[in-house]
């Protein structure tokens, strides 16, 4: 089968693509689960994978949670062998790259939540912490810690006027650093609702601040450097499965990986035909490789 070609596969044809990888990245929701439903058949997926010697890797943009509770919720939702060390969150890589890759000196401003947190404290990478109090006079009056050195800002339903007004203060200060977990737009929740994401909040601070941030998550090549660096893998050898093209697609695309959309998620087909006959050459990288169903369609790969 040719690449790019948003193949429509089953049964031999996956096993076929399979037997020619070693490593298998999962995007989370809209492929492994849905919110706290998981998808029917991923359990037995992931041990399928791993008892044909596959390396198996979650990735996912969601920087809620760290990744003691991601291996809570697997075990929730059914699964049985899933280590700590395979599942890489935007807030896992975003701490990674701060401690690693920045070195940085100096304290995180975070606009965040407690996945963001947990995880710069586990990387010993220090913090504002927030203040306790009210805020009192005006709300020009909050103070500012002299020692911020980068602003991260995350998924945070807590997101206000004065973080917002803090964030893009410290951005002023062209050495200090502006990161953002994931650009994800907004995300589905059950019956027909969407909530914004972190790709929102940051957005805001861009305009505040007159800035760009680098982000972290997909489709940013960072979290596959991470998997890489300590998995040593080799992305000719890797497929990443994902559910949406503007994201996971395209970050197999910047990563040199074959990617395959499932359609348990975000993405239709249509979009990505839509994507495959568009006459934008930069929309190219948003049309997977292969797309599949569901990943449950691996069993019967399996089987025959
Ligand atoms: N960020 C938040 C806050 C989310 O709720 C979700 C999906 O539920 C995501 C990111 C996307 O996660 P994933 O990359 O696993 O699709
Ligand atoms: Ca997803």
Request: charged share 25%; hydrophobic share 35%.
């Amino acid at each position: 089968v040719s690449s790019r070609g948003c193949h429509k596969i089953r049964g031999s044809q996956i096993r076929e693509l399979l037997d020619s990888k070693l490593n298998v990245l999962f995007d989370c929701d809209g492929v492994i689960w849905n919110g706290e439903t998981v998808v029917a058949g991923a359990p037995e997926v992931v041990t399928l994978l791993k008892q044909q010697g596959k390396k198996v890797f979650f990735i996912t943009n969601n920087c809620t949670r760290p990744r003691a509770s991601y291996v809570t919720k697997f075990i929730r939702l059914g699964f049985t062998d899933v280590a700590e060390e395979e599942i890489f969150s935007s807030a896992y890589c975003s701490a990674a790259y701060l401690r690693d890759v920045a070195k940085l000196q100096g304290k995180v401003y975070v606009i965040g939540c407690q996945g963001v947190v947990k995880e710069l404290r586990e990387a010993g990478v220090p913090i504002v912490e927030e203040d306790t109090d009210a805020p009192t006079g005006t709300i020009y009056d909050y103070p500012l810690d002299p020692d911020v050195k980068a602003v991260l800002v995350g998924y945070d339903e807590k997101f206000d006027f004065i973080k917002l007004a803090k964030a893009c203060c410290y951005l002023q200060n062209t050495e200090c650093l502006f990161l953002a977990t994931d650009p994800d737009p907004w995300h589905p929740l059950r019956g027909g609702r969407i909530t914004p994401g972190s790709g929102s909040l940051t957005a805001a601070v861009e305009t505040a601040s007159s800035r760009k941030a680098t982000v972290i998550g997909k489709p940013s090549c960072f979290m596959f450097e991470c998997i890489a660096s300590q998995f040593n893998l080799d992305p000719g050898q890797s497929l990443m499965v994902g559910d949406r093209l503007e994201t996971d697609i395209l970050f197999g695309a910047n990563c040199g990986l074959d990617t395959m959309l499932t359609l348990t998620g975000v993405s239709t087909l249509e979009e990505a035909h839509g994507y495959k006959d568009s006459d934008d050459p930069e929309r190219k990288d948003f049309v997977p490789d292969y797309v599949v169903e569901t990943i449950a369609d691996f069993i019967e790969a399996y089987e025959e």
